[in-house]
């Protein structure tokens, strides 16, 4: 049940393209959804979050789309670029001492 | 702020050696975290500590490894003795233990057990 579900496990994209990618969860109490970013040798950072009050959070290019009701979330990469080819892992966690739980990550290349 | 700082970045040693990972977090930050990425098993949370004290260490493989933070800007991982398997990166992260904050990443140390 503290499963976070990650697909796909890779991604292409041509530049310009949507990237999207798909997190589903079982416990219903996780109340904050992030995604990292993860460029080689580096390690993760935050890219955007949301929590389950809103459907949807916007940044720049980058959009995370909730439905709470089918315990799912999303990461919409719009007009996505080569600079963007990097591992995504979505995330989740609830209360306390803000433990998060990773998916297994999505490795996106975008190709020019 | 220098972000969390790791050493070293990369450690080369052989299969029965004892292995120590350091971790300076942000100042000001009260949570700690551990955690071992490799291509298998993904990103792996293996330790967390609010104010120092322990709180979850589940996620330790075996009594292999060990953990401590002796103070608010020091944290180590131990492994002793040392096998191939445990070939992997290690990230410490810092946060400032409220729910729902953003983790911060220290840029990793590479591990490899000949």
């Known amino acids: 049940q503290q499963q976070v579900k990650q697909s796909p496990q890779s991604l292409i994209v041509q530049k310009g393209g949507i990237s999207i990618i798909n997190c589903a969860y079982e416990n219903t109490a996780f109340d904050y959804f992030p995604w990292y970013q993860q460029f080689p040798g580096k390690g993760p950072a935050l890219l955007i979050a949301i929590r389950p009050d809103v459907s949807e959070k916007k940044e720049g290019r980058f959009t995370i789309s909730f439905n709470k009701s089918a315990k799912q979330f999303s990461l919409h990469i719009m007009d996505s670029q080569p600079g963007d080819s990097a591992t995504y892992f979505c995330?989740?966690?609830?209360?306390?001492?803000?433990?998060?739980?990773f998916g297994a990550g999505t490795r996106l290349a975008v190709h020019p | 702020d220098a972000g969390v700082i790791q050493s070293p970045r990369h450690e080369v040693t052989e299969m029965g050696q004892e292995v120590t990972l350091r971790c300076k977090p942000i100042s000001g930050h009260n949570s700690l975290f551990w955690y071992r990425q490799t291509m298998m098993r993904g990103l792996e949370l293996l330790i967390y500590f609010n104010n120092n004290v322990p709180i979850d260490d589940s996620g330790m493989p075996e009594d292999r490894f060990s953990a401590k933070m002796p103070n608010a800007s020091f944290s180590t991982l131990k492994i002793q003795p040392s096998e191939p398997r445990d070939s992997a990166v290690y990230f410490c992260?810092?946060?400032?233990?409220?729910?729902?904050?953003?983790?911060?990443f220290g840029p990793g140390t590479r591990l490899t057990v000949l």
């Open positions: 992260a810092s946060s400032s233990g409220l729910a729902g904050v953003e983790q911060f």
């Open positions: 995330a989740a966690s609830s209360g306390g001492y803000n433990k998060l739980i």
